[in-house]
Every structure is written in C-alpha cells, then in structure tokens.
C-alpha cells in the first residue's frame, strides 16, 4: 500500500485544504465536533459552525460527494450476533455524518462516517477485519496525479497514513496493468481505480437516477445541483 505523506508535501482537492485559503487557524491538531452534533445552525444549512468559521463550506461539500460516489453501488454487510448480515440498501442510501477536522500540518482534513438508519455508525457494526475497507476520506494531490480513498484516525499523531488503493493515475492501459500484476483477481483493482478516477460512468448515473427516491436526500441534491441529475 502506497503512503500519503501528509509532512512537506501540499495536497489539495477535496478533504486536505491549506490552513491560508481558511480566514482562521484557530483549529488545534486533533480540533473536532461530536458525532451527534445538535446545533441550530448544522440544522439551518448543513454546515457544523466549525466548517464554517474555517470558510471550508465547499471543501465540506467536495469531501462528501466524493465519498458518496465512491460507496455508491456498494452494499454493505454487517454483522449482528457473529452472523454477516447483508444490508437491503446501498451505502449512497445511508447518512454520511461530519466527524472532525483536523490541521494537520498546515492542511485542513475533513472526515466523515457513515450512519444507519437505528443511529448506529456503520464502522460499529461490520467485522474489524473490513473496517480498514471503508475509508473516511478522499484525497488528491494538487496535480490531481495520487489520488486515494484514506481511513484517517483524527487522534493518531504519525506523519502517514494509508491509501485504501495503490492505484497508477499514468497507466496508459489500466485493465492490461492490473491484470499482468494481479492475474486473475485484476478486474477487482480496475474496479477500485475507477470508483476514484472514473466515478460517474454511465452505469453510476443511471443508477442514481433509477434510485433517486431511496438514495440519502442529501446526495441526491448534490447530484442535482452538480448537474448529474436534470
């Protein structure tokens, strides 16, 4: 697994913001909110007061889309009294809830966890064993050149931390890549590549659409006001 290195490198895009674009770098190390935040002004527009004293109310919106087209055809499995239970709806269906920000050396990264529809954080509720697989943030350089799908633990002080996916954005042929490195388990690596670099294909938009009514309001709309959706 490749590593992102967070010291001495600038990176940019959706989740990983430098502290100067922000008109205050008041945020300590491990600056955060609770899950469960209740303030009137989350409720009024979406954005937690944090995310907006920081100005990173695009940052928030870019980091969540970007999640929720990564998970969106995924289905995930939980488990309840050591049986794995497969849920009747996609991730894009679920609540995908502000966790934390945090300055990390200079940078702004924003996390977020997924909710099921009891309360309960997804994270919770599936094996440890899969846990690492569902990331809480997504990340690029500024070249847009080494981007990854990153499980950040807000309170762990190292320097790196891992990309889910060690993918080759310069691979000129990126099925003929993986399936000499991998053989016959590629076509899953030609999968994770493109829910990073191709996400919204043909098929990913049609099914958003044909599941508009299901899908978390949320997506929904940002898909709506991104243009994906009429």
């Known amino acids: 697994m490749k590593q992102l290195k967070l010291k001495g490198k600038l990176i940019l895009l959706t989740s990983l913001i430098p502290s100067s674009m922000s008109c205050q770098n008041k945020t300590s190390n491990t600056a955060g909110i609770s899950n469960n935040i209740q303030s009137a002004d989350y409720q009024t527009d979406g954005y937690p007061q944090e995310i907006k004293n920081l100005k990173l109310e695009k940052q928030f919106d870019d980091t969540k889309w970007s999640l929720y087209l990564y998970n969106c055809l995924d289905t995930p499995f939980i488990v309840r009294d050591e049986t794995t239970i497969k849920l009747d709806q996609p991730m894009s269906a679920y609540e995908l809830r502000y966790d934390t920000v945090i300055n990390k050396n200079g940078n702004y990264i924003i996390t977020f966890e997924y909710y099921l529809k ?108 991104r243009g994906v959706l009429d």
């Open 118 to 225: 009891n309360g309960e954080s997804l994270r919770d509720s599936i094996s440890d064993s899969w846990s690492m697989f569902l990331p809480n943030t997504i990340t690029s350089s500024i070249k847009n050149v080494e981007r990854c799908a990153v499980l950040i633990h807000p309170n762990d002080d190292s320097e790196s931390k891992e990309c889910l996916n060690d993918m080759p954005p310069n691979a000129k042929n990126i099925t003929e890549y993986y399936k000499s490195k991998y053989k016959k388990d590629y076509m899953d690596y030609v999968r994770l590549y493109r829910k990073l670099y191709d996400p919204l294909d043909n098929h990913t938009v049609d099914f958003i659409n044909k599941n508009r009514s299901t899908l978390n309001k949320w997506f929904i709309q940002e898909a709506e006001k």
